[in-house]
């Protein structure tokens, strides 16, 4: 088992339970995506900026096309998206 957290509240207790009940999650998944959530919604701007780098770069790696430019997406004599 990892390290407990114990918060006293009726009121936190009846608003995970609710949740979880609706989501078919156990309250400890609820409670971790809640603060997940919650630690996005409050980041700098650096974390975005830090956190959407990270995905692109996943993303980047994850491509096979390896003759793939940004210039295939657009009509070249319109300038249009494909």
């Known amino acids: 088992m990892g390290r407990q957290l114990s918060i006293r509240s009726d009121r936190a207790y009846e608003l995970a339970s609710a949740l979880s ?4 999650k156990s309250i400890t998944k609820v409670v971790e995506e809640a603060l997940a959530a919650f630690q996005q919604a409050n980041e700098t701007e650096d974390e975005t900026v830090a956190r959407w780098k990270k ?3 996943h993303t980047w790696a994850q491509r096979n096309d ?3 430019k940004i210039e295939d997406l657009y009509d070249p004599e319109t300038g249009l998206p494909v």
């Open 21 to 24: 009940r609706k989501r078919h």
């Open 66 to 68: 390896s003759d793939f």
């Open 55 to 57: 995905m692109l770069e």
